[in-house]
């Protein structure tokens, strides 16, 4: 079995409203040769449906045996577990990546021989005012970002980093589901890999934003054709933010929205949609049978509705 370059650890819970966008962009990173490995932690919103609705092949979804509302760490544990890549990071649901974010860690990564490496990125608050953050030295130590995604390591320092804290925040911490784990791992995986004498590497590049997100109550009620609607834009926008966008994967978004919109009555967005799914993929006759058919009223929307797309 192919082990990729990356692992990239996203634990999440009852985020279905953003975790779709999370994962597109992971997805739509120049350096593709990653596995994404979703940790639910007990969501009981569409989170998993979102998972799906944008992932492809790269994408693993870990979901515990064991009630994680009480105590989340084996969870992360296990996941680490069955992680594949050379290299590890944890990220949330609210970080939205560069699209060379995971390209330039390898690069910087490859270019010194360091054993642990992070990266600046952009705080964004509910208004849009944005602060940056770059990494600082901490405690006389390496100047480092612990931030989720800012930093990677190797996976097995990560594992290594996960076993010490385990127990500790078991102990100390109840519904420890409902904590970020990256700046425990990274602060322990940063020590180890000082103890190690790895080479620790930085650099004041910002490669990803955090999101402070206020919940809009009102999307809790979205029908299964809006939801689909607004996964598929999270993923288009993540496609058309990398200068290496991936055909299938726009071409599938971008469909799936169309196929959503013609349902909601939503004629001209549809027609949108299928227009960018033909320029994505205009040798799969059904993407332009489509938008053929959605200039037809009713009868397109039909017409839609039974054709299927050559994947």
């Known amino acids: 079995m192919r082990h990729p370059r990356f692992s990239v650890l996203l634990p999440v819970r009852d985020r279905a409203e953003v975790v779709g966008r ?9 350096f593709g040769d990653l596995e994404l490995i979703v940790v639910d932690l007990g969501s009981t919103d569409r989170t998993l449906d979102a998972v799906r ?4 092949d790269r994408v693993v979804i870990f979901e515990p045996d064991h009630d994680v509302t009480a105590t989340a760490e084996p969870s992360y544990r296990d996941a680490l577990g069955m992680a594949r890549g050379r290299w590890a990071t944890v990220i949330n649901a609210d970080v939205d990546v560069d699209a060379a974010w995971l390209a330039r860690i390898g690069r910087l990564a490859d270019g010194s021989g360091a054993g642990f490496v992070s990266c600046g990125g952009r705080q964004i608050d509910p208004r849009g005012t944005i602060s940056e953050f770059r990494p600082v030295v901490d405690g006389g130590g390496p100047t480092a970002c612990l931030r989720a995604g800012a930093f990677a390591t190797t996976t097995d320092r990560l594992r290594s980093a996960a076993d010490l804290i385990g127990d500790e925040l078991d102990a100390g911490r109840g519904h420890a589901a409902e904590v ?11 020590d180890l890999a000082v103890l190690d004498g790895a080479v620790v590497l930085h650099s004041p590049e910002l490669l990803l934003s955090w999101h402070d997100y206020c919940p809009d109550p009102s999307t809790a009620h979205r029908t299964d054709d809006e939801m689909q609607f607004h996964l598929a834009l999270q993923g288009i926008d993540a496609q058309a933010r990398t200068p290496i966008p991936d055909e299938r994967l726009l071409a599938r978004y971008a469909t799936a929205g169309a196929m959503a919109a013609v349902r909601l009555q939503q004629g001209r967005d549809a027609r949108r949609l299928f227009r960018v799914a033909c320029r994505a993929r205009p040798e799969v006759r059904d993407h332009w049978t489509r938008l053929l058919a959605a200039h037809l009223g009713p009868l397109g929307q039909r017409m839609c509705g039974s054709t299927v797309a050559a994947e």
């Open 22 to 30: 999370t994962v597109a962009g992971v997805l739509a990173q120049t």
């Open 53 to 56: 609705a944008v992932a492809d």
């Open 180 to 190: 970020d784990p990256a700046g425990h791992f990274g602060r322990v995986a940063l």
